[in-house]
């Protein structure tokens, strides 16, 4: 209960009862209307999201790919939009408030991709790696037993192949890129079921549920097969449409995603001022390693600077003490368990899109409760220029700022504060990207400005320092690169090829890495939320020391942030700051 409304209570006697008792009962009926929305919308339409928040009596359900159950879904978030504008906001506190607001714009964001962008009828993708996903989530966690998890695989495992019924239904000239994507991933995921799957559930014991499996498994993997076969010769051949959203579009999912109303003109020049401003940063420290080498040159050098293959799980785990030990020096930010998350290989079928990533439990999970840091290993049979590639993604420099951004002190540490606070149940279920990928990406850089990484501290010598940070500064300027591409390509401004070159002359990136991130652009138009939220974090920090002057505290301020949870900044920014002044 809030004390800010019981103490004019207690002061003042009973005259201040009737105003309390509406604000009470205004925040009850909103959390009872919530409850109703997450389980007669959200996860009755996405029960596999279910499953990842830890609600395991969705995992033997699966999601309803067809046209009448997606007119169903629009009209309950229309239904339940009408419900939340009608909710009272003035009677609610600020907290409360923030999370009707969440709701509501989760509502509004929902139904701009169903039925503006509506994916389901041009991404042959959404439908085969959906359905690998549902099965993912029942095998990464050990939250029950092999043959009971395996029960629920199978449920859901003889409803998959009806999905590519529904998506040959669906599916009305999709743009191409979507189309070749979906063919690109389509023997990882099939392989996916052939090989991993099973290895999985190697474990179970209940033999007439195995044979089970081994029917429904099998069945899964004609479809996908069939699926495969008819997107070559059927869909690809009429793939003509256009990824782009158009920038109306673009701009009511940032409203309704981030809370973000700036002007794309505007934000391209936010946008391209960062962009310079790393590069020049870039180009200074580049001659302090060599000035005798281009910028370009140094880069090339500092690729080739990584742990052998096999030690670089160990390289990310030594890191951690170094990390922890800094942080909690240095006053940085609460850490609220000294639980370390287990390094691992990625999953399979994660490698062919993920570098590195945090896996944390759901937040409603009580029975496996690991948190993973997946790093993808080249493969066995790699070519040596292969590996050498993607070896160059965990320099001395991008080892210590993926470290930093999936760890300590980014996600894994606003996930244990998810965990140690008594956040609502919109907060636990809701988030904005540029809160929790702007966190992330954020740390990368105040860790370095606070001192880290300097000789003696995550460094043996200036040079090992200059290296980690020209490593931070290209990963900053590939998010800076994805921020202009992500506007630039959606509102007809850039070419698919443009896209790519720009990644590589301004993003200071590989080849084949512009051409993956201009692929992820095409279908994720808004991943411009890591450059974006870091800035509005900075804006926020900056103004925060402003109004405390002497008296600001750098680790209270990241403390107070994560108290929030993973709310768009301005709902963070009003809580901390108590205004509704721009976050940009």
């Not at 070559?232 to 256009?242: A, E, H, V």
């Not at 785990?317 to 020096?329: C, L, T, V, Y």
């Amino acid at each position: 209960m809030n004390l800010r409304l019981i103490t004019p209570l207690l002061l003042g006697g009973m005259m201040t009862a009737t105003p309390l008792l509406h604000a009470q009962d205004a925040a009850v009926s909103f959390r009872s209307l919530a409850d109703q929305y997450f389980e007669q919308v959200t996860f009755k339409f996405a029960p596999t999201f279910g499953t990842m928040a830890g609600l395991h009596q969705y995992d033997s359900q699966l999601e309803n790919y067809s046209r009448a159950s997606i007119e169903q879904e629009a009209s309950a978030l229309h239904s339940f939009e009408a419900k939340f504008d009608a909710v009272p906001a003035g009677q609610l506190d600020l907290s409360t408030q923030g999370d009707l607001a969440m709701v509501r714009n989760n509502i509004r964001g929902n139904l701009l991709a169903l039925e503006t962008i509506r994916a389901w009828e041009k991404n042959p993708d959404n439908y085969s790696s959906g359905i690998t996903n549902s099965a993912f989530v029942l095998m990464e966690r050990k939250f029950a037993s092999p043959d009971e998890r395996l029960r629920s695989l199978i449920a859901r495992e003889k409803l998959m192949p009806a999905v590519f019924d529904e998506a040959r239904k669906n599916l009305k000239n999709p743009p191409k890129i979507y189309t070749e994507i979906a063919l690109e991933q389509l023997p990882g995921l099939i392989s996916f079921f052939q090989h991993d799957v099973p290895e999985a559930f190697a474990d179970a014991k209940d033999q007439a549920t195995i044979t089970e499996f081994h029917k429904t498994n099998a069945a899964v993997i004609a479809a996908l097969q069939s699926y495969e076969q008819w997107i070559k010769t059927d869909l690809l051949p009429r793939s003509n449409g256009d990824f782009r959203i158009g920038a109306e579009t673009f701009s009511k999912k940032l409203q309704y995603d981030e809370m973000v109303d700036t002007p794309l003109d505007k934000l391209l020049i936010i946008a391209y001022a960062d962009l310079h401003k790393n590069q020049a940063e870039f180009q200074r420290i580049a001659h302090e390693v060599d000035a005798a080498k281009t910028p370009k040159e140094v880069l090339a050098e500092l690729a080739t600077i990584h742990p052998a293959p096999d030690k670089l799980l160990q390289a990310f785990h030594d890191r951690f003490d170094g990390e922890i030990g800094f942080i909690r020096s240095h006053h940085i930010i609460t850490i609220p368990s000294e639980v370390q998350p287990t390094l691992e290989e990625t999953p399979p079928f994660m490698r062919a899109t993920t570098q590195a990533s945090m896996d944390p439990p759901g937040p409603f999970e009580t029975h496996s409760t690991t948190a993973y840091f997946n790093v993808t290993l080249p493969e066995k049979d790699w070519s040596p220029q292969h590996v050498a590639e993607h070896m160059a993604a965990f320099n001395v420099g991008t080892i210590v700022s993926t470290s930093v951004h999936e760890a300590y002190p980014g996600h894994y540490v606003q996930f244990l504060w998810v965990n140690h606070t008594d956040l609502s149940k919109v907060r636990k279920l809701v988030t904005s990207n540029t809160n929790v990928e702007g966190w992330a990406h954020y740390c990368e850089q105040m860790m370095l400005d606070e001192g880290y990484a300097q000789p003696g501290t995550g460094a043996t010598d200036e040079r090992e320092s200059n290296l980690i940070r020209l490593g931070q500064l290209q990963d900053a300027l590939l998010r800076d690169a994805r921020f202009i591409v992500g506007i630039k390509m959606h509102t007809g401004q850039m070419s698919l090829d443009q896209a790519i070159e720009f990644f590589v002359s301004d993003g200071y990136q590989s080849r084949s890495i512009g051409d993956v991130e201009t692929k992820r652009g095409t279908s994720d138009p808004t991943y411009l939320y890591y450059t974006l939220g870091k800035l509005q974090i900075m804006k926020l920090r900056a103004d925060m020391q402003e109004k405390e002057g002497a008296a600001f505290s750098l680790q209270k301020f990241h403390d107070d942030f994560m108290r929030q949870g993973g709310a768009p900044i301005k709902i963070v920014r009003r809580a901390m700051l108590g205004d509704d002044s721009p976050t940009l």
